[in-house]
């Protein structure tokens, strides 16, 4: 498979996910897993997700940013998986940026609940797949 | 959420799974995370899966055996993270325990094909969800 053609097709995929699968490095040297709603993205390089401040998660990536961020269609057999780094951003535009309206069932005191978390992933590299096909490619 | 319920919850979750969503510690300190099909499984002990010899994962878990091994039903939003060791199995018995006619098509030199790949993932813990509910559990 060409790196474009992968490329485009991961952008395919990442558009129409509204979940991904977030690896982190976890206690006692174990990859953890955990199914995450994927709240925003650009492009290929920034994908943005919400969590509460208190979950395993933000403290792994405090300890360890190193991250996986995969996305998946299962039916079609096509996979790609992003690594990079995982920051928590705690700026004002960050935190409004992924805030809607409702959000306060999870979070009552609002956009500044210091239990609402916003994290922001930057792939640095990625593999995708399809059926028995993949690709590595530099995500720039 | 009770341990026990969080443990048979599991066990269902796990039975009717086709699939796997692996995690193994990559290059560069990165954790990483693959599809794998559920090949079989022993209560939520032991995870059987077969893979290529030649493949990124099997090098990764030859050099550390920690793994993740994730379950999930995203629409019903439950999810099993177990936590243990993937072991490659070289032995025979394990071999043909995988092995289903038709696999020649990928193998063509049958259960004895050096790329036929058995790998074994034992767990030692467990971590269960369900919606905002959620239990971690010892795996005997």
């Known amino acids: ?15 129409r996910s ?7 490095n976890g ?9 995450m709603i994927k709240a925003d993205h650009e492009g290929l390089k920034r994908i943005w997700f919400s969590t ?9 990536f405090r300890r360890d940013p190193k991250a996986c961020v995969y996305f998946l269609d299962d039916e079609a057999w096509k996979g790609l998986m992003l690594l990079g780094e995982m920051e928590i951003q705690t700026d004002g535009e960050s935190r409004r940026r992924l ?5 306060e069932r ?6 500044d609940d210091p239990d609402y978390s ?8 990625g593999n995708y797949y399809h059926s028995l096909a993949n690709a590595d490619f530099d995500v720039e």
């Open 27 to 35: 206690d006692g040297g174990y990859p953890n897993v955990k199914t």
């Open 118 to 125: 916003v994290l922001r992933f930057t792939a640095r590299r």
């Open 106 to 111: 999870y979070y009552p005191l609002g956009v």
């Open 99 to 103: 805030w809607h309206p409702g959000d």
């Open 18 to 24: 509204t979940l991904a699968l977030v690896g982190s």
């Open 52 to 60: 509460n401040t208190s979950s395993r998660r933000i403290g792994q």
């Open 1 to 15: 498979m060409e790196k474009r053609e992968a490329m485009d097709q991961s952008l395919e995929l990442v558009k």
